[in-house]
């Protein structure tokens, strides 16, 4: 096998200078090469295709059961931007009153200030569903953390229960979910990207 070895690279002008690999071979930046900051360096996610349910106290969170991803960054100075998407109902009718939180490991990150008895949450949703029971609310939501870390992390969501009473909360699916073409499955995802800071 042939090797290049190069100490430095010089264009005709700034920006010039292009590294082209062959189709079908791979550029291996694993020993010390950097990207700039700002680029991807990896992306990992999870999708929930299941329903989910679960009976939550007032003001209490729970965990989604694999709705969760495992990174290991490369640097302890990389960012993780963390992108979710939750399709969210519950028994409280005509509508839910929730939220949702990141976790990762224990640690929940990406939340708004709490301020007296207000819940401090990722994303929340207090709305009416419709009275048949057959809607779904969507919740999204993104957040750049900050781990500093190259061990092995995972990040993790839980909906919380912001109703006055215990509720039951589910996940891709509707209140009743009854045999009926107007009854909604959907689906919820994590997604990770590992940016180079």
């Given at each position: 096998m042939s090797e290049l070895a190069v100490g430095s690279l010089a264009g005709l002008a700034a920006n010039s200078y292009v590294i082209d690999v062959a189709s079908g071979s791979s550029l291996d930046l694993s020993n010390g090469a950097t990207l700039p900051a700002g680029s991807v360096l990896q992306v990992v996610s999870t999708t929930k295709t299941d329903t989910f349910s679960a009976s939550v106290a007032s003001g209490a969170s729970t965990a989604i059961t694999d709705l969760s991803v495992a990174i290991t960054p490369t640097a302890t100075t990389s960012k993780i931007l963390v992108m979710t998407n939750l399709n969210l109902s519950g028994s409280h009718s005509p509508g839910i009153i929730a939220?949702?939180?990141?976790?990762?490991?224990?640690?929940?990150?990406?939340?708004?200030?709490?301020?007296?008895?207000?819940?401090?949450?990722?994303?929340?949703?207090?709305?009416?569903?419709?009275?048949?029971?057959?809607?779904?609310?969507?919740?999204?939501?993104?957040?750049?953390?900050?781990?500093?870390?190259?061990?092995?992390?995972?990040?993790?969501?839980?909906?919380?229960?912001?109703?006055?009473?215990t509720e039951t909360m589910y996940v891709n699916r509707s209140r009743l979910d009854n045999d009926d073409v107007t009854r909604a499955r959907g689906a919820s995802t994590i997604t990770v990207m590992e940016i180079a800071g």
């Open positions: 939220g949702f939180l990141i976790k990762r490991d224990a640690t929940t990150v990406g939340n708004g200030v709490g301020s007296a008895s207000r819940t401090a949450l990722h994303s929340a949703f207090n709305g009416d569903t419709g009275s048949s029971g057959g809607a779904i609310a969507q919740l999204s939501g993104s957040f750049l953390d900050s781990p500093a870390t190259t061990s092995a992390i995972t990040y993790a969501i839980e909906i919380v229960n912001l109703d006055g009473a």
